[in-house]
């Protein structure tokens, strides 16, 4: 099974991959959990230049962007997604084609039906299971992002509207495809959320 969290930053993706994560691996299941960008060697340097970039980078095109998403995609798929579920594993993923449409297509006003066709590329048309999108306001991602601490990086220092349009971004694409995404309230408490997924999770497992 593959699964994604999908959400702006600082909606709460990695807490609730994490307790989804150790609720499977207790029963059993193997666990396979990775990120995007960022989830091999290659991805990982790839992360870098897009997040971390400084001035000897300097401000990167739209389209060079969604090109490098879509070259980590599909390293991230080869090397490690497709092989996990070939042998039975459960795929747990921070991201993946959704953020490259949410971020990319409505954040930075690029072609969407061609992001999408791009990622499709990449990954062999690979689509998860189901997705979870958590979904935050942008005051509220914002309080959570700063709370947090540390340097933002380049997508988390966009203006408030750039955020805006992402947030908007995932909600359409959650009305679109109803039967792959389970739509979360990212205010709700983390044990809430927890019980959520678990609950569809559940009806997805063999022998459900």
Do not use: C, N
Not at 80 to 109: E, F, H, K, T, W
Not at 155 to 166: D, K, S, Y
């Amino acid at each position: 099974m593959f699964i994604t969290f999908e959400g702006g930053d600082g909606a709460g993706k990695t807490t609730q991959a994490e307790l989804l994560s150790g609720w499977l691996a207790a029963r059993g299941h193997e666990i396979v959990r990775t990120r995007e960008p960022g989830g091999t060697t290659l991805g990982a340097r790839v992360r870098e230049l897009l997040l971390h970039g400084g001035d000897e980078i300097g401000a990167i095109d739209p389209r060079a962007e969604a090109l490098l998403y879509a070259a980590d995609r599909a390293q991230h798929v080869a090397q490690v997604v497709r092989p996990a579920l070939a042998r039975g594993a459960v795929v747990v993923q921070d991201r993946y084609i959704d953020s490259s449409l949410a971020y990319q297509g409505a954040g930075r006003v690029l072609d969407v039906a061609e992001v999408r066709e791009l990622s499709e590329w990449a990954t062999g048309a690979l689509w998860p299971h189901l997705t979870v999108l958590l979904d935050a306001t942008t005051e509220l991602a914002a309080k959570r992002r700063e709370a947090r601490g540390g340097a933002a990086d380049r997508l988390e220092a966009e203006a408030v509207e750039f955020h805006a349009a992402v947030r908007a971004g995932f909600r359409e694409l959650a009305q679109q495809d109803p039967d792959r995404y389970l739509v979360l309230d990212a205010a709700l408490p983390a044990d809430e959320l927890h019980a959520r997924v678990l609950t569809r999770v559940t009806a997805l497992l063999p022998g459900a």
